[in-house]
């Protein structure tokens, strides 16, 4: 099955490695892994999805926390959470068969970001499901997709309460804003039924 | 430069200066508390042996930088402190490697230090260049390639911190050659790591330690499981408490030997593949194991099929990686031991064992009629028996280090081991080489014990060029060699599971009586049992170091034996009649 970990860690050289050769250590298949900048300074957020058991969740967060450059594990899977991908996909299109693909992409809610004589490029974000359901119906109405890249997903814990939030509303409150003193944590959970559609998480 | 160390010799912490990257790594190791460092230097780290001069630490120069890293091994291992190593780029930096595999897979606190090639040319194969960090990564708890002088005295306090703190293990330093060279400002204080954050996968919930001390009143056939952990955490007496309050058994890793000592009542001895029959019998008949920091092993449990079948298992272990790794537990306790067991132990009321206790000990008399010890002397020398006389002699009271193979095993199982770290020896990776160095180390940083390197004649040639070290330092180490011509352990193999088909496992040795005086160093050659207390006597009167050469039977098997993927109780035992010769007697299977 597939487990996704969040994982905050130390940006510098060789945390890449050290996170991917643990999971080759263990003789895991990564799926997808994101790196990028987090709201932390000389901290960086990873997202890694990974093939595994479903008995190792354990000891994949123990041995991730055995890493001395990994600060956060968060076992995403357990908790509802946003998922998101970015693709840029190109399809072989000339004027003549271009004008349904502006259709389907309006349909997906992507967006066309390149034109050319024989291709046009679309960018799409969205679950990865959602990817593959463009992917899916493109190669359904007969198109030529020439390249596909996808930056694999990013996923996000939805209300999740680290310390940061917990300040950060004490601090709405010291200011006289409403709200802030004597939430209850629990209260922050934002449970999917309660969001718009568009942002709740379609896997 | 000023002679820094004479300045202020009482207060090394609080010593703010501009320094060479090289005199800052020698200033904060001092500061840290490091008075000896096992190494070999070459051209990528000249620097820092140039400023050693400076600073009030003992360098031992070592024939072989595996021996460098073993020597920190020992040095850790015999004293609870932070061994520390350092080679040059290149070849010095690979030599390094399996020393530190070992000291990984036995979690031992070292600290290992290694010149590079100048920042400038990082990466461009310049002579003597290797990807260390790279290398290493997998074999150590962490590493650091450190470019720049005013990051040393930071890095160096933070490998102390990594090799210390939770479960100890190896860390590199790869220090460029530049930032040897260059300066910067020093200040030990304000190079302290920041404060360890709690590890959230650390727990120990009082409802799980409650559950853990029920276990232990409800159960009817209890053992402990002593493992390394427990002289890691400082927990020997937490564990001799709970087991006497509690009238519990113990049985021992390779590694926990020594956690709980040999002559209790309530030890067992060692469990696992040559562990005695009794042993793992108890542990197969168990209704509760209780786990303090061991990890279930493969050596230990046989197949996981069929391991302690009617035991539930509290396992107690300061890595959260290890809970159910091999074997599944009823309720892991996660932290340092020390610490849940005083949390666990008001819990404990006293409690009798008596019957289970009897069980065991009458297993015990049934096992002893064919223990070697026991059997009428056929005036052949046993390996047993050197390592018997050898622990009679000594009353125990010294620090052995061992190599790898059978007589490893042989001195697990007869030498009695009161003391914790009064063992030195390579069990997660099994190193083969490790006993002449790591005796090395112990004797260094425990000058005042009595330390034996017992080896077998094919590990001892791996790095008999340590001999060599011994001889330059004059340190007072007794070597017994326990020379059969053969590489006993894959001879034994070769005659249970490949038809006897000795393979490349005969091995020629040197005359180690002419090796020894080849370095200046006395030594005896023992052939009967006869011989072996007045050698052994005059080692031990022999101030600076002694070799003995002990030619034992050549065909003697390590009884009794679990061949791997069996189950813990399907063990080969020793035939029950002394053979005149052992590989004519087929190894009778129970």
Redesign the interface.
């Known amino acids: 099955m597939l487990h996704t970990f969040v994982a905050l860690v130390g940006d510098k050289?060789?945390v890449l490695?050290?996170v991917a050769?643990l999971f080759r250590?263990l003789n895991i298949n990564i799926t997808s892994l994101t790196v990028g900048a987090s709201e932390r300074a000389a901290v960086s957020r990873m997202t890694i999805v990974a093939d595994a058991p479903p008995?190792a969740t354990?000891?994949i967060?123990?041995?991730l926390?055995?890493?001395?450059d990994v600060?956060?594990v968060d076992d995403i899977d357990r908790f509802s959470s946003v998922s998101r991908e970015l693709a840029l996909i190109k399809v072989a299109a000339n004027a003549q068969t271009r004008s349904h693909l502006f259709e389907l992409a309006n349909v997906f809610r992507a967006r066309v970001v390149d034109l050319a004589p024989e291709s046009l490029m679309v960018e799409m974000t969205g679950s990865a499901s959602k990817i593959e359901g463009l992917l899916q119906v493109l190669v359904e109405s007969g198109d030529t997709v020439l390249e596909v890249s996808r930056t694999g997903r990013m996923v996000m814990r939805r209300g999740h309460h680290t310390s940061r939030v917990l300040e950060a509303l004490r601090d709405t409150s010291s200011t006289g804003k409403p709200g802030g003193a004597g939430i209850e944590p629990d209260l922050l959970d934002l449970v999917p039924e309660d969001l718009p559609e568009e942002a709740t998480s379609a896997d | 430069m000023a002679d820094i160390s004479k300045q202020e010799p009482d207060n090394p912490k609080q010593r703010p200066a501009k320094l060479t990257g090289a005199e800052i790594l020698w200033a904060t190791l001092e500061g840290e508390g490091v008075r000896e460092v096992f190494g070999y230097p070459g051209g990528a780290i000249l620097p820092v042996y140039d400023a050693l001069r400076k600073f009030p630490i003992k360098h031992i120069l070592v024939r072989h930088e595996q021996g460098a890293v073993h020597m920190a091994d020992g040095y850790a291992r015999a004293s609870g402190r932070v061994g520390v190593a350092m080679a040059t780029s290149g070849p010095g930096a690979t030599n390094m490697v399996t020393g530190i595999a070992t000291a990984m897979l036995d979690s031992v606190p070292i600290v290992c230090i290694t010149g590079n090639v100048s920042s400038k040319v990082l990466g461009s194969d310049a002579f003597q260049e290797v990807d260390i960090t790279g290398i290493t990564m997998p074999v150590t708890k962490h590493n650091y390639l450190v470019t720049r002088a005013e990051d040393i005295a930071p890095v160096v306090r933070d490998a102390f911190r990594v090799a210390t703190t939770g479960r100890p293990g190896p860390v590199l330093i790869d220090i460029t050659k530049d930032a040897q060279q260059a300066t910067a400002d020093f200040d030990f204080a304000a190079a302290a790591p920041p404060a360890a954050i709690a590890h959230p996968m650390l727990r120990a919930e009082r409802a799980a330690i409650a559950e853990a001390a029920k276990m232990i009143l409800e159960s009817k056939r209890p053992v402990i499981l002593a493992g390394y952990g427990i002289i890691k955490s400082g927990a020997e007496e937490q564990v001799r408490t709970l087991a006497e309050r509690a009238e519990l058994p113990v049985a021992c890793t390779l590694l926990g030997l020594g956690s709980f000592p040999a002559s209790h009542e309530l030890n067992l001895g060692m469990m696992g593949m040559h562990g005695e029959s009794w042993v793992n019998e108890a542990i197969q008949s168990a209704d509760l194991l209780i786990a303090c920091g061991m990890r279930f092993d493969d050596r230990v449990t046989g197949t996981l099929a069929s391991y302690a079948p009617k035991a539930k298992k509290i396992h107690i272990d300061i890595d959260p990686a290890e809970i159910n790794k091999n074997v599944r537990v009823d309720v892991a306790l996660t932290g340092d031991l020390k610490v849940v067991l005083d949390n666990l132990l008001p819990l404990i009321p006293k409690r009798s064992g008596a019957p289970w206790l009897k069980t065991i000990r009458a297993s015990k008399g049934t096992a002893a009629v064919r223990d070697i010890t026991n059997l009428p002397d056929t005036g052949h020398l046993y390996a047993a028996h050197v390592i018997h006389d050898l622990w009679r002699e000594t009353h125990g009271e010294c620090v052995v280090a061992t190599d790898v193979g059978q007589h490893q095993m042989w001195e697990a199982q007869y030498f009695k081991h009161e003391q914790a770290r009064s063992l030195v020896t390579s069990g997660g990776l099994g190193t083969m080489g490790f006993a002449l160095p790591a005796g090395i180390g112990a004797k260094v940083a425990c000058p005042a014990k009595e330390v034996w390197v017992i080896a077998g004649d094919g590990g001892f040639q791996m790095t008999a060029c340590e001999l060599s070290t011994i001889a330059q330092e004059q340190l007072d180490i007794n070597i017994a060699i326990i020379n059969n011509g053969y590489l006993g352990m894959v001879r034994q193999w070769q005659e249970f599971f490949y038809e006897k088909n000795y393979q490349s496992s005969p091995i020629l040795s040197p005359d180690f009586a002419i090796l020894a005086s080849a370095h200046s160093i006395p030594s005896a050659t023992v052939r009967t049992r006869g011989e072996v207390l007045p050698a052994v006597r005059e080692a031990r009167k022999t101030r600076g170091p002694f070799l003995i050469n002990f030619m034992v039977e050549k065909e003697e098997s390590v009884y009794p034996m679990i061949p791997a993927g069996a189950a813990l109780h399907e063990m080969i035992r020793r035939p029950q009649t002394p053979p005149r010769n052992p590989i004519l007697e087929s190894a009778e299977d129970e």
């Not at chain 1, 926390?65 to 001395?68: I, P, Q």
């Open positions: 050289p060789g490695t050290r050769s250590r008995t354990h000891r967060m123990a041995s926390y055995k890493l001395e600060i956060e």
